[in-house]
């Protein structure tokens, strides 16, 4: 028998409503087809589908296998741009995560990193309207205009922000400060050269300093302000994300020449006075203490500042002048005369202490004999600056031939510098470079190579490695210690040119094969901080160089290769690298 065919009107309801749904559903899917191949949205869906993958914290082994195909230059899409919000993001500095922490002693404002596996892998973007120079675009941020331009600190001018050199303790401007403190301090000629400024606004003090030839380290936690620190470094002046809270801070003992505290606000005296124990640890034998405003003759502070008189002279210290709120103190050139009687129950540390530890390292309520560091550093058993700049310090022994070791690294990154600028055209010695951070600091050639050239250089001694930070402090210079195997305590955008030697060495455990983090997370680091058009320049074996160059891809850098100086001996590339200037999209905000 043949199919009957009925004439439509008589087909079986049920059939014809199977048909629609059928029909509808594949004229459907050819409509998607189209819009997803021919329109702008399947562009965005695509893109916000890589974006979920490299935002997605929930599987690890997702992450851990985008990193190895990244390393293996098997993800041809550069990583992505983190959301609008988080222009100003500082993984271990966040204020929505740090703030469920204790508050006793300012915990939850020091660092505190999220886990690798939790930190989202994209690109910092930058804020909308982001200008090479400073303009007000680059760091929306009115508060402390706002609040503090009475004083001096900073005011709006159109789409400038400009910084008249005042602070609360010197609405009148830091240079008249500055002098006033010259009647007291040898703050000319050499003796000085590094200096500490603690809770440092926009950094008026350090930014006049440098003009006196004192090179200045200001800190302030991240505030309610905001950004004061990101304001500092956009001057072009050295400036770290930093709070004293319950561990030392990540500096050696001994390393500075003068440290500043104006209106800072440090309780001094709490705690059995172990942030004034820490600065000490801090203070160059023969050093100068300089705190002005509270408690310092201050109104209803009598007990602090009677209490402050009383730590200082347990530890022997010589109260050289109170000027007004201003007071100015100088340390012992040799040991505290601990022990003696206080009313703080101070001590002396025993052997067993390495004043020069100060990574995660938990506040001492002991304080640090100046005999339990070897070598010479007090303030005029050292020489002036310049010359200690290229005087090999007796701190240098801390490893075996140091001295030889120092002198034959000063030498090295001599002939280095000079074939980053004439060979490979780095534009170091231009306006186009400012801030400067070696991430592999050593004995601090590098930045000692750049003595003549417009720049400052944060050096960076890895946390894991030989502790010689307190050599460079010896030389004049600065630095921090840091594990890179964590982010930085910077703001987005704030160094003009990274340069490191030996970039896998930093994720390697000492001694061993083994990484301890991974290369893209690290060159993701680098990239949150580097300023857009900004330079890195990495050293390291042809091998672990053309992996740095795959991932500079993905990142968005514009590399080349380039072959080591002709001097130098072992198998090195040389990778130099552009940040591209790019920015968020209304589709991607």
């Not at 709490?270 to 203070?283: C, G, K, P, Q, S």
């Not at 590399?559 to 209304?586: M, Y």
Request: glycine share 6%; proline share 8%; aromatic share 10%.
């Amino acid at each position: 028998m043949g199919h009957l065919n009925l004439p439509p009107s008589k087909r079986n309801p049920r059939q014809w409503k199977l048909l629609d749904i059928v029909s509808a559903f594949f004229f459907a899917l050819v409509l998607l087809f189209f819009l997803l191949v021919f329109t702008p949205l399947g562009d965005s869906l695509a893109a916000s589908g890589r974006q979920a993958l490299l935002l997605s914290t929930s599987d690890p082994k997702q992450r851990h296998r985008l990193v190895e195909l990244l390393e293996l230059g098997h993800h041809h899409q550069p990583i992505e741009a983190c959301p609008a919000d988080s222009v100003d993001h500082m993984p271990c500095e966040d204020p929505r995560r740090n703030s469920q922490l204790s508050r006793e002693m300012n915990f939850y404002r020091e660092r505190h990193c999220p886990l690798p596996d939790e930190t989202p892998l994209c690109l910092i973007p930058p804020p909308l309207g982001y200008k090479i120079p400073i303009w007000h675009s680059n760091m929306p941020h009115n508060k402390i205009a706002d609040r503090k331009g009475h004083q001096g600190w900073m005011k709006e001018e159109g789409p400038y922000f400009i910084f008249p050199g005042g602070g609360t303790m010197f609405p009148d401007g830091a240079a008249s400060y500055i002098e006033k403190l010259g009647q007291y301090i040898p703050i000319t000629g050499g003796t000085l050269r590094t200096a500490l400024d603690m809770g440092c606004g926009v950094a008026s003090f350090g930014g006049s300093m440098l003009k006196e030839g004192i090179l200045t380290l200001s800190f302030a936690p991240r505030d309610s302000h905001k950004a004061q620190i990101q304001f500092v470094l956009e001057r072009g002046i050295p400036a770290f994300v930093l709070m004293l809270g319950t561990r030392r801070l990540p500096f050696p003992a001994f390393a500075f020449d003068l440290i500043h505290c104006s209106r800072c606000l440090i309780p001094f005296t709490a705690y059995n006075a172990t942030y004034f124990v820490e600065v000490d640890r801090l203070l160059r034998p023969g050093g100068y203490l300089v705190i002005s405003g509270p408690p310092v003759q201050w109104p209803k502070q009598d007990k602090e500042w009677t209490d402050l008189q009383a730590v200082a002279r347990a530890l022997c210290y010589e109260l050289i002048a109170v000027d007004g709120n201003t007071a100015i103190w100088k340390k012992p050139d040799g040991d505290s005369c601990l022990p003696n009687q206080n009313e703080f129950g101070l001590e002396l540390c025993d052997g067993s202490n390495d004043p020069s530890n100060a990574w995660y390292f938990k506040l001492k309520k002991c304080v640090t004999k100046t005999s339990s560091v070897n070598g010479e550093y007090a303030i005029r058993t050292i020489p002036k600056w310049p010359d200690r700049l290229t005087t090999a310090p007796s701190r240098a022994v801390v490893m075996k031939n140091g001295i030889d070791l120092f002198e034959a690294d000063t030498r090295r990154w001599a002939r280095r510098v000079a074939y980053y600028k004439n060979t490979l055209n780095v534009k170091l010695g231009t306006p186009a470079i400012r801030n400067v951070m070696d991430m592999n600091a050593f004995f601090g050639g590098f930045a000692a190579a750049l003595k003549s050239d417009p720049v400052w250089v944060m050096n960076v001694v890895p946390a894991r490695k030989p502790l010689t930070l307190d050599v460079i402090y010896d030389r004049g210079l600065i630095g921090v210690y840091h594990d890179w195997c964590e982010p930085f305590s910077t703001y987005p955008r704030t160094y003009d040119l990274i340069h490191v030697a030996g970039i896998e060495s930093l994720i390697k455990l000492p001694g061993s094969s083994k990484s301890r983090c991974n290369l893209v997370d690290l060159m993701v680091e680098i990239d949150r901080m580097l300023r857009p058009e900004g330079t890195v320049v990495i050293r390291d074996s042809p091998e672990v160089i053309a992996k740095v160059a795959r991932i500079a891809h993905a990142v968005r850098w514009s590399a080349t290769i380039n072959d080591k100086e002709p001097e130098s001996h072992g198998r090195e590339n040389i990778l130099v690298a552009t940040k591209t200037f790019w920015q968020l999209t209304s589709s991607s905000s």
